[in-house]
């Protein structure tokens, strides 16, 4: 028997959450039996906590798009007990039950081996959020983003993705802005960041179709009208990631940031991506692109508190990474 947090829906478009004693017989199949010994909170379960069904189409139903533990189970050569692994993506906590519990079935394609450099508890200080991040980071250096060579600009800047990205620009040399709707410039000048935004002095007229050139690089965290206003004050040849929609997915833009301006809009996804591409990042994520404020980044909650948190994050109080301890 093991915890897991479930979600219910005892009537319809009501959802309970309450930790429950499961059964490892009642898992899923999938090669790979894991022990959980961290999960991370990230804005996707927190939709799916909330019945999402754009998230989660079955309840009851687990979240937990991440999972870090060690390997009690294994049908595959590629791993074996005791192997220290991390499971994110794919359909983890969507609709296949997540990490918010002490043990995850899955399939070993999902599973990318822990960087030697890197503990349990540091990976899910990451998780997907750091994850994503590290993609859009890798994404704005491989389009041709040099440090010195223009400002990358940041939002949703003390969210998830938001910070370790700034922290991620800042250990590779990039001025970052850091742009967010929290009052927290302090948080954000201590991950590296250069110059802090508020959010409500950023967003300009909607009738222009191009403002002036300020950024080099964009990682757009939020969508709506800030990745509108980002897009069109990209400067000549510059690079916008967009990998989130807090704000909105709705996006109205002409084509002249294109057009005139060569700006190149990139769509970044850590779902569904390649293995070869989890354990490069991976990587990165543990050397090049590592970065000495992890341990100070990161809350860390037991299935207890998750709740709480999960309401937090709903409604924009949460700052930073949030690690869900299971061990």
């Known amino acids: 028997m093991y915890r897991s947090f479930v979600v219910r829906e005892p009537r319809k478009g009501e959802f309970f959450r309450s930790i429950e004693e499961k059964d490892t017989q009642d898992l899923p199949e999938g090669e790979l039996l894991v022990r959980v010994h961290y999960s991370s909170l990230n804005y996707k379960d927190a939709l799916s906590a909330t019945g999402n069904r754009g998230v989660t189409r079955r309840y009851p139903h687990t979240p937990g798009i991440d999972a870090a533990g060690v390997v009690e189970q294994s049908t595959v050569a590629t791993f074996q007990p005791g192997d220290q692994v991390v499971v994110s993506g794919y359909d983890l906590g969507m609709n296949h039950p997540g990490g918010f519990a002490e043990y995850v079935r899955v399939p070993a394609a999902w599973a990318v081996r822990l960087p030697e450099s890197l503990t349990l508890k540091q990976s899910m200080m990451l998780g997907t959020a750091g994850f994503t991040a590290g993609r859009c980071v890798e994404m704005l250096v491989r389009q041709g983003c040099v440090p010195g060579e223009g400002d990358i600009l940041v939002t949703g800047a003390t969210g998830g993705v938001g910070s370790t990205s700034v922290a991620m620009l800042a250990k590779l040399g990039f001025a970052v802005t850091a742009l967010s709707g929290k009052n927290e410039p302090d948080f954000l000048f201590d991950l590296g960041a250069r110059e802090v935004l508020a959010r409500g002095e950023f967003v300009r007229s909607r009738k222009k179709v191009l403002l002036p050139e300020k950024w080099?690089?964009?990682?757009?965290?939020?969508?709506?009208?800030?990745?509108?206003t980002a897009i069109k004050e990209t400067r000549y040849d510059g690079v916008v990631t967009s990998c989130g929609n807090a704000a909105s997915?709705?996006?109205?833009?002409?084509?002249?940031?294109?057009?005139?301006?060569?700006?190149?809009?990139?769509?970044?996804?850590?779902?569904?991506?390649?293995?070869?591409?989890?354990?490069?990042?991976?990587?990165?994520?543990?050397?090049?692109?590592?970065?000495?404020?992890?341990?100070?980044?990161a809350s860390v909650l037991t299935l207890e508190q998750l709740d709480g948190a999960i309401q937090r994050m709903l409604a924009g109080s949460l700052r930073g990474r949030v690690v869900v301890q299971l061990i």
Do not use: K, M, N
């Not at 080099?216 to 509108?228: F, R, S, W």
């Not at 005139?260 to 991976?282: F, K, N, T, Y």
């Open 216 to 228: 080099a690089g964009v990682v757009d965290t939020v969508g709506g009208e800030y990745l509108e």
């Open 249 to 297: 997915g709705d996006l109205a833009l002409t084509v002249y940031p294109f057009i005139i301006r060569g700006v190149r809009l990139i769509g970044i996804d850590s779902a569904r991506c390649s293995l070869a591409v989890r354990e490069r990042i991976w990587q990165l994520l543990a050397t090049e692109y590592r970065f000495s404020q992890l341990d100070h980044l």
